[in-house]
């Protein structure tokens, strides 16, 4: 097994910037790509970014330019860096694995982190 576990999130004010962390912790399994989500009360999860084991990122077009995604292979810990945030980015942030075990791959998911955004 594998834990992911968040941490960083926070309130803050419109403008402002957080620095979320998920550190992947257990098993010896090969981690792969890496990612963050977000959900937003009575809305679906939606994919923030995500990064390859060899540093490749994606973004949603809602968050390019203001969030940065990165890595520490070393440390199996995943970073998101939260500039210039809006209200509109208020949502509990998942961080997702996927994993390979050496028989088969599987994702692993963080238990959240509330991100609040006041105006």
């Known amino acids: 097994q594998v834990q992911l576990v968040e941490s960083g999130g926070g309130l803050v004010q419109a403008g402002g910037s957080l620095r979320l962390s998920c550190a992947a912790s257990g098993s010896t399994f090969s981690i792969y790509a890496m990612g963050w989500y977000r959900q937003a009360p009575g809305k679906q999860r939606e994919l923030v970014a995500t990064i390859s084991s060899g540093g490749s990122t994606n973004y949603a077009d809602s968050v390019k330019g203001r969030f940065t995604i990165s890595r520490d292979n070393a440390k199996n810990t995943v970073y998101l860096q939260m500039n210039s945030l809006k209200p509109e980015d208020t949502a509990v942030y998942y961080c997702?694995?996927?994993?390979?075990?050496?028989?088969?791959?599987?994702?692993?998911w963080g238990q959240g982190t509330q991100v609040t955004v006041s105006s």
């Open positions: 997702n694995a996927d994993i390979y075990s050496g028989t088969y791959y599987f994702a692993s």
